[in-house]
Structure formats: structure tokens, C-alpha cells
């Protein structure tokens, strides 16, 4: 790990980057924003964590997770709320057997997210898998598509 760290953190001074900057490269190489790798990073920069943490609590790109090979992220905005998007939720969570706390399975294949907006309110309620978009979807739909993704 400290051999990556240090790649990307010479890459980063080489090229001025900003903590934006960093932070993704750190998400490329590891998959999430690990607390342990923040920390190197404040220490090795000179720059707080609380300026890490910033920039990864405002930005929902950045994740401090382990997620699954698969994110289903469904749309939770007022057109596909009400056309449906919570029952979509609901079935999802059933097919994936999701605890109520729970986003990733524990085989690690999928994560399900809810965004405020997708920006496709003409074919709500929209979700996408791995950033396919499907629109209309109804909740069998939605079994259906998982389907072939759980092989």
C-alpha cells in the first residue's frame, strides 16, 4: 500500500495537483477513500485531514466504503419518487437481501445507491446499473435486469 501511496503522492507533487485531484486517484487505486490512507496523506502533505475529509464529505463521488462490483443507483427525485422509485428501492433490497443499514451485499457484487437527480425525468423512474441507464423500470423490470448482473 505504501509503495501506491507514495506513486500517487509524487505524482501529485509533480503536477501541482489539488486534494480533488489526489483524492481521486486514491479512489482509482484502492476502490474507496480508506481513513488510514488520509491520514498518510495529511501527514506526508502537511495538509489536515479535516481538508481530506472535507472535500470527500462534500463531493458524492468520493466514498470511505468498500462498494460492490455493481452499483445500482436509483433516482429519488420528485418525478421518479413519484412514479414509483421507492417501490423499486424496496424490491431491490428484497432481491439483494439488503438489511436496513446495509448497501453493500456481502458477497461484495453489488451496491445500491439513492441520488437526489439523474436529470432523465421524461423516462422516470430511472435507475442505473453501472452507469447503464434504465428507464420506466418497474420493480420486476428491475429483477430482471439484476439477474444478469448476479452471474
Known amino acids: 500500500m505504501t509503495e501506491s501511496l507514495e506513486a500517487i503522492y509524487a505524482r501529485s507533487v509533480a503536477n501541482e495537483d489539488n486534494i480533488i485531484t489526489v483524492l481521486q486517484e486514491i479512489q482509482n487505486e484502492f476502490g474507496y477513500i480508506q481513513e488510514e ?37 436509483v433516482c429519488c427525485g420528485t418525478v421518479c419518487h ?36 439523474v436529470g432523465a425525468c421524461s423516462i422516470a423512474p430511472v435507475v442505473l446499473i453501472n452507469e447503464k441507464v434504465l428507464g420506466k423500470v418497474t420493480p420486476s423490470k428491475m429483477v430482471k435486469s439484476l439477474k444478469e448482473y448476479k452471474g
Open 37 to 73: 490512507v488520509v491520514t498518510w496523506f495529511s501527514k506526508r502533505s502537511n495538509i489536515p485531514a479535516s481538508k481530506y475529509y472535507g472535500v470527500i464529505t462534500f463531493y458524492s463521488q468520493f466514498h470511505q466504503n468498500p462498494r460492490g462490483k455493481n452499483i445500482v443507483t
Open 82 to 117: 413519484v412514479k414509483g422509485a421507492s417501490r423499486v428501492i424496496s424490491k431491490v433490497t428484497d432481491d439483494l437481501k439488503l438489511k436496513e443499514d446495509q448497501n453493500t451485499t456481502r458477497d461484495m457484487l453489488f451496491t445500491l445507491e439513492r441520488v437526489n437527480c
